[in-house]
């Protein structure tokens, strides 16, 4: 019998959290610097790597929303998967969400070569907030996890290059409006997963580009790169070159040797072959490589720490072993950004597959033998091979379609008159979300509402930017017009924007609260209350129902007017605002732990203690937790420390980063 690859739909049934609505206000404050390198740092780095890494990091979300309506109660949830299936691989890819591979097994022995996380648990990890743990999973964006993590791709077979099909993955990345596309696909026969990534601008600009494929593996592994050196990066922000496998007296290549998190970023020398390789104690593991342009790999480690070891139960079951995550790059580190010039592409091709090589012994033999045996079961010649017969199919039009992404890249297309072949925004994609954008661009007007409802996404491009100024100069087109001038780095023209906005709009919350944050820029934190609890105000009139798109705004504006009114030590205007929130927005974690603060301020420390005491409650029934609590985030250690001088428990400790006081 000839078996040959197969593509098919799936639904699998997962323990999952609801992602819930998105943050409806605009993310107009700077991204927070946990990704940070200190400047005594960039002293003595290789030429190519200083200048990366100071060049064009991301400053702003814009246009993406954060994404925060997610909670921590899970339920069985049907989510929709693709298998793709040889007689010696099952890949399981989840369009909806990222596209992310959620399993890769190995059939003839039946394991599973990844981490498999065995619900869907979003956390706050990725740029824009939710985020979720396990398989191989597609960073495009900028430092850090992508947009795209719990968003869905296109999805649509395609003709592989060996006469099968592929699995053709594609979107339009808004942070940095650039189209991509990921071609999966196991030739008949074959051991290894490939995957061909291409990264297109079809702008005239030259644009920053990051890419990062994450993959996760159980974390009870040894960890072998082709490298004796490493860039090691903590969450204390400090960035230096260790020697590899052994620093500071302890092998860091066994991620449980680690006591705190930690990237460890391989100097893989210029002209070895890129690869990365998880090994069991029984020589059994994952091996990826690729062409050389992606010539970063790394190491990440949670540590076993108390923070490291909280985070890990905080994303998974309790009892569900820990993880850690081996990572291809285009750069060194995760610090950087490259180059494309504009009306340009660049593209690799990645391979997944099982490896067995001893890992136990000296490191230049235990890299000479899995280095050996990598290249016997998959030659290097081979994948380039491989990459260059999928390039002529990088272009073949996508067949039947599988999954629907976004309609944005279709708007962006229309918008360039841009010709992408083999990655189509079709019109037919085009949603509530564009239309008001759409009518700007064929009518040169922005249309208004024909009802009060909370203001749509802001487009911040130069180009949307130029429309906006150049439309009538209704309230509503003000205020996107100001958020899209913010984002550029006109803070004066917005704030001007604003307040033209303000004077005529039939909701004033929305204009009132990007000046509210345009004070708080400034450090003018009074007006910053002040504004915050008008436009709070102005927002409980206006609310129109209790639907969920009314009362994410109310969650969303009501939280940063308590935490304007409470830094500016306003504790009984905070206590308004607090009774005028709903019960549901105020029985969420993140506001328990603001009540508690509120408390605090207005001089209960046993209530507050009390309320603080309930967090990640031990399972009475009577506990909360705070689902959107941040990577590197120590407001709750912060907290404990100004209500008692008792040590933090166990259960509130996410600490990423070693005690340095």
């Known amino acids: 019998m000839v078996i040959v690859t197969t593509i098919r739909r799936e639904v699998l049934t997962l323990p999952a959290a609801q992602l819930g609505p998105d943050n409806p206000l ?42 925060d309506g997610y909670d921590r109660t899970r339920a069985p949830h049907a989510v929709e998967a693709l298998v793709i299936e040889n007689d010696r691989l099952r890949a399981t890819v989840l369009p909806g969400l990222g596209g992310r591979v959620a399993s890769l097994v190995h059939l003839a022995s039946d394991r599973e070569l990844l981490y498999r996380n065995p619900v869907f648990q979003p956390a706050n990890f990725a740029l824009n907030g939710a985020w979720h743990s396990g398989g191989i999973e597609w960073n495009i964006g900028a430092t850090g996890h992508t947009t795209l993590s719990c968003a869905p791709l296109h999805a649509a077979r395609v003709p592989a290059p060996d006469g099968g099909e592929m699995l053709r993955l594609w979107e339009w990345e808004r942070l940095r409006d650039l ?61 230096r070159r260790v020697p590899v496998p052994s620093y500071d007296g302890v092998d860091r290549t066994y991620p449980l040797n680690s006591d705190h998190a930690a990237d460890y970023f391989y100097e893989v020398p210029d002209g070895r072959r890129r690869w990365i390789a998880a090994l069991g104690a029984d020589g059994h593991g994952l091996v990826q490589t690729s062409t050389d342009l992606l010539r970063g790999r790394k190491l990440f480690v949670w540590g076993t720490g108390p923070g490291g070891r909280r985070w890990q139960d905080w994303l998974t079951e309790p009892g569900t072993g820990g993880y850690c995550e081996i990572q291809a790059g285009l750069a060194r580190t995760q610090l950087e950004h490259v180059r494309l010039e504009g009306e340009s592409e660049m593209s690799w091709l990645e391979a997944y597959g099982p490896i067995e090589t001893p890992p136990e012994g000296d490191w230049p033999d235990v890299l000479r033998r899995a280095q050996d045996r990598l290249e016997a ?161 102005d927002l409980c009139r206006q609310r129109r129902d209790p639907g969920e798109p009314w009362t994410a705004v109310v969650a969303a504006l009501g939280r940063e007017t308590l935490e304007a009114l409470l830094r500016a030590r306003r504790p009984a205007e905070a206590r308004a605002v607090w009774r005028r929130l709903p019960p549901s ?77």
């Not at 593996?217 to 204390?236: H, I, K, N, S």
């Not at 009475?620 to 709750?636: I, K, M, P, T």
Request: aromatic share 8%; with cysteine.
């Open 585 to 661: 927005v105020r029985a969420r974690g993140r506001f328990r732990l603001l009540e508690a603060g509120l408390l605090l301020a207005e001089g209960q420390r046993e209530q507050a203690r009390a309320v603080l005491g309930d967090c990640f409650d031990d399972g009475s029934g009577d506990g909360f937790e705070v689902a959107d609590l941040r990577e590197g985030e120590e407001v709750l250690g912060r907290l404990w420390a100004r209500l008692t001088d008792d040590p933090l428990p166990a259960h509130l400790d996410f600490r990423m980063r070693p005690d340095l006081s």
């Open 179 to 239: 189209p991509f596309q990921v071609d999966l696909w196991l030739p008949d026969g074959s051991e290894f997963l490939y995957a061909a990534v291409r990264v297109r601008n079809p702008h005239e600009r030259p644009a920053p580009v990051y890419w990062w494929s994450n993959i996760a593996v159980p974390e009870d592994r040894r960890v072998l790169a082709p490298a004796d050196e490493a860039w090691l990066f903590g969450y204390e922000r400090r960035l």
């Open 26 to 67: 605009p993310p107009l404050r700077p991204l927070d610097d946990v990704h940070r390198v200190e400047p005594r740092d960039r002293e003595g780095l290789p030429r190519d790597m200083a200048r990366q890494l100071g060049w064009e990091p991301l400053r702003s979300l814009l246009p993406v929303r954060v994404r």
């Open 377 to 537: 079961t998959l030659p290097r010649a081979g994948v380039d091979a491989t990459y260059a017969a999928w390039r002529p199919c990088a272009d073949t039009e996508p067949g039947e379609r599988l999954a629907t992404g976004s309609g944005w890249g279709a708007l962006e297309v229309l918008r360039g008159g841009l010709k992408l072949p083999g990655t189509p925004f079709d019109q037919a994609t085009l949603g509530d979300a564009q239309a008001p954008w759409l009518e700007l661009l064929r009518s040169g007007c922005f249309p208004q509402p024909h009802r009060v409802e909370p203001p749509g996404e802001t487009l911040v491009a130069r180009h949307w930017r130029d429309m906006l100024e150049t439309a009538p100069a209704t309230p509503l087109t003000e205020y996107h017009l100001g958020v899209a001038q913010w984002h550029g780095g006109d803070r004066a023209q917005a704030v001007r924007s604003w307040e033209r906005a303000l004077r005529l709009a039939p909701s004033r919350w929305p204009s009132l609260r990007c000046l509210a944050v345009a004070d708080q820029e400034a450090d003018h934190h009074e007006r910053a209350a002040d504004r915050y609890a008008d436009a709070f105000d």
